[in-house]
Every structure is written in structure tokens, then in C-alpha cells.
């Protein structure tokens, strides 16, 4: 037979049988361990899809430098340190607040000159501020170089008051 007539035959068999094999694939029974899926033994669950929020940006710190009641009524002056929001760097701008009085996110609530404290409105998150007491820490010292005496070597007979007398009998 001609090599030609032997892939011809080859070819017409795969038809013939195909058919048979996709039908024969019909009557074998169901995977046995398709059940143990099902089951979910461990309790798995599907993830969640994270709800992630956005970061909430830092609050501006104030620091309250000053408390009058010059020109009649009660002021707080205020030091407002806003973060940086990039590519800007971070900013510091003073204020002199009355009572009620809001400047962009800064409020000033309530001013108790006795007591030396201030209520501030910073963002919509209410705080009482009062003078901060800056303890001045002294600068760290650099410790004093230790001289450098080298060990001498210790001759035998010798020592560094004079010479050793020995004994001699």
C-alpha cells in the first residue's frame, strides 16, 4: 500500500470514530469528587470586594500663641500649621480670631482668659487648645575625647619608679 493510501485511511477511521467517542462521553457516570466541592466542608465564603475609603487628610495643628482682650473684645491668636499637599510643601499661617468668628476650616468656639484655653472648630473635629509649655532641652553634649595612653610593655627588671632591687643572699 502507498503511504498515501495509508494517512487516507488513518484520516477516514478518526472521522468514523469521533462521533462515537463524544457520544460515548455522554454515558459515563458524573465525577465522583465533583460532590466534595459542593459540600464547602471548610465554610469558604467568595471574597468580599474591599471597600477601601480614601485616607483622611490630616488635620492642621494649632497652637495657640496668645489670648487678648485689647480692643474689647476676647481674640485668640493662632498659629496654624497646615500639612504639606503635594507638590506644595507645608504652610504656616497666624490668625487673630474672635469668638464665632471662621476662617476657612478654623473655627474659634469658645476664648477663657482666666484658664488660658481656647475651643477651636479644626475641620469639623472640636478641641480645646491652651499655650503649649516648650521645655528647652539642652543640646546633647559631645562627650570629651578620652586621652590616648598607649600600653607600654613591661620589660622584666624594669619597672616605672627605678629600677627593681632584688634580693640576693
Known sequence: M?????????????????????????????????????????????????????????????????????????????????????????????????EGQRDGSIEVLEINEKTANVKVDNSGTVMEITFEKSNPTPPASTPRPQPYWPRLPMQAGVRLGGPIQLNRR
Open 2 to 98: 502507498p503511504p498515501a493510501r495509508i494517512a487516507g485511511a488513518w484520516v477516514l477511521s478518526g472521522l468514523v470514530l469521533c462521533p462515537v467517542a463524544g457520544g460515548a462521553g455522554s454515558s459515563l457516570p458524573s465525577n465522583p469528587y465533583h460532590q466534595i466541592s459542593e459540600r464547602n466542608v471548610f465554610g469558604l465564603k467568595a471574597p468580599q470586594p474591599a471597600h477601601l475609603e480614601p485616607p483622611s487628610a490630616p488635620l492642621p495643628k494649632i497652637t495657640l500663641t496668645g489670648i487678648t482682650t485689647i480692643l474689647g473684645s476676647k481674640r485668640a491668636l493662632l498659629k496654624v500649621q497646615f500639612p504639606p499637599k503635594p507638590p506644595q510643601p507645608a504652610k504656616e499661617q497666624s490668625y487673630i480670631l474672635t
